[in-house]
């Protein structure tokens, strides 16, 4: 079998691990050939690949970022994609294509899938918001980032007695602010699922700092926004990709909160230095097995079909299923976390 690989979107701790996994298991257990095309669906388009051997992965476990380079796509090209499938497939031999993405990679697979490619998706993101399965690796190494990171801001912020807002990524799910935020123990967190007003910050903060506590962490998701007439802040214009442009909530909140109570406050943007760096183990593992699964079901005909966590297991998902609505975070989830801060 000849197998094609990308990698697409916004890059992912655990992307090196997948198509480590994917070779190996092409390779090694059915002698297949492997390429990997580069940045994404650009170099499937423009025919740029190179061939992947054992070499060619060797020592790239926990390298973060890909090795093969990502973009994200814009519609145009896609469609130019979809139209050109069977030619691409005759061009360049290949038996199976796996595209490595999130929710807009996905979505261009399960079309290229429509359109004839015999594809197998593997979803990555951060944000750990693509539906149908319970994890995308990515997500437990960006929640260690914030956490981490919150962690340090808590004793300069008691130090000098101020309000930290730390905006994490999430742009219409707020896993990360979410877990990050329970982790480090956040007082308070905002996510895109349920707008905050900014009263009830300033109350907490009050409370705080009148029970002798004289700092406060708020962990705020990127995609956050304040319930409506409670502050000024306005949404983003679309970008070329279809996604919001954000205006910055963690920087608008920290000046809101600073003016309110007339104390010190301080925005800290986390932003891409939660994508970059080494996996954690478990993302390792859990990438590793999808590319592993991918491979698997490549060699069985299950195309169309994209790798998901079940509980501890990893099966296979249609990929139209996995790409009709983003998994956000339920009420009871927001609830729980609640009952901590
Ligand atoms: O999709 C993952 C994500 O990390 C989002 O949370 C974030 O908004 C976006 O990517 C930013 O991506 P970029 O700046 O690379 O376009």
Request: overall charge negative; charged content about 25%.
């Given at each position: 079998m000849r197998i094609g690989v990308l990698t697409a979107g916004g890059d992912c701790p655990g992307?090196?691990?997948?198509?480590?996994?994917?070779?190996?298991?092409?390779?090694?257990?059915?002698?297949?050939?492997v390429?990997?095309?580069?940045?994404?669906y650009a170099g499937l388009l423009d025919g740029r690949y190179r061939g992947l051997d054992l070499n060619a992965v060797s020592g790239i476990l926990a390298r973060g970022g890909t090795i093969l380079g990502s973009s994200r796509l814009e519609r145009d090209r896609l469609?130019?994609?979809?139209?050109?499938?069977?030619?691409m497939i005759h061009d360049f031999g290949i038996d199976a294509l796996i595209p490595i993405g999130g929710e807009?990679?996905?979505?261009?697979?399960r079309m290229l899938s429509d359109a004839g490619l015999p594809v197998v998706g593997v979803p990555k993101t951060i944000d750990n918001d693509i539906s149908s399965t319970d994890r995308t690796f990515g997500f437990d190494t960006a929640v260690g980032v914030a956490t981490e990171a919150m962690d340090r801001l808590k004793t300069t912020a008691e130090s000098h007695q101020r309000v930290m807002v730390v905006e994490v990524m999430?742009?219409?799910?707020?896993w990360i602010a979410l877990e990050s935020g329970m982790a480090a123990g956040a007082h308070g967190i905002c996510l895109p699922e349920r707008p905050f007003d900014p009263a009830d910050l300033v109350k907490m903060v009050e409370e705080r700092f009148a029970r002798g506590k004289k700092f406060a962490v708020i962990c705020v998701a990127e995609g956050a926004?304040?319930?409506?007439?409670?502050?000024?802040?306005?949404?983003?214009?679309?970008?070329q990709f279809g996604h919001e442009r954000f205006q910055g909530i963690g920087t608008a909140l920290?000046?809101?909160?600073?003016?309110?109570?007339?104390?010190?406050?301080?925005?800290?943007?986390?932003?891409?230095?939660?994508?970059?760096?080494?996996?954690?183990?478990y993302d390792r593992v859990l990438a590793t097995r999808f590319g592993w699964h991918a491979v698997e079901a490549a060699h069985r005909?299950?195309?169309?079909?994209?790798?998901?966590?079940?509980?501890?297991?990893?099966v296979m998902v249609p990929l139209a299923e996995a790409v009709t609505e983003l998994k956000t975070v339920p009420k009871d989830r927001i609830v729980e976390a609640e009952s901590v801060f």
């Amino acid at each position: 079998m000849r197998i094609g690989v990308l990698t697409a979107g916004g890059d992912c701790p655990g992307l090196n691990a997948v198509i480590r996994s994917v070779v190996h298991r092409a390779v090694d257990n059915y002698g297949d050939e492997v390429i990997g095309f580069e940045d994404g669906y650009a170099g499937l388009l423009d025919g740029r690949y190179r061939g992947l051997d054992l070499n060619a992965v060797s020592g790239i476990l926990a390298r973060g970022g890909t090795i093969l380079g990502s973009s994200r796509l814009e519609r145009d090209r896609l469609r130019e994609a979809c139209e050109s499938a069977s030619d691409m497939i005759h061009d360049f031999g290949i038996d199976a294509l796996i595209p490595i993405g999130g929710e807009g990679t996905l979505t261009a697979a399960r079309m290229l899938s429509d359109a004839g490619l015999p594809v197998v998706g593997v979803p990555k993101t951060i944000d750990n918001d693509i539906s149908s399965t319970d994890r995308t690796f990515g997500f437990d190494t960006a929640v260690g980032v914030a956490t981490e990171a919150m962690d340090r801001l808590k004793t300069t912020a008691e130090s000098h007695q101020r309000v930290m807002v730390v905006e994490v990524m999430g742009r219409h799910a707020g896993w990360i602010a979410l877990e990050s935020g329970m982790a480090a123990g956040a007082h308070g967190i905002c996510l895109p699922e349920r707008p905050f007003d900014p009263a009830d910050l300033v109350k907490m903060v009050e409370e705080r700092f009148a029970r002798g506590k004289k700092f406060a962490v708020i962990c705020v998701a990127e995609g956050a926004h304040p319930a409506d007439g409670t502050m000024d802040y306005s949404k983003g214009a679309i970008d070329q990709f279809g996604h919001e442009r954000f205006q910055g909530i963690g920087t608008a909140l920290a000046y809101e909160l600073e003016r309110r109570l007339g104390k010190e406050a301080r925005p800290v943007i986390l932003g891409h230095v939660q994508r970059g760096g080494v996996p954690t183990a478990y993302d390792r593992v859990l990438a590793t097995r999808f590319g592993w699964h991918a491979v698997e079901a490549a060699h069985r005909g299950q195309f169309g079909r994209m790798t998901a966590l079940r509980g501890t297991d990893v099966v296979m998902v249609p990929l139209a299923e996995a790409v009709t609505e983003l998994k956000t975070v339920p009420k009871d989830r927001i609830v729980e976390a609640e009952s901590v801060f």
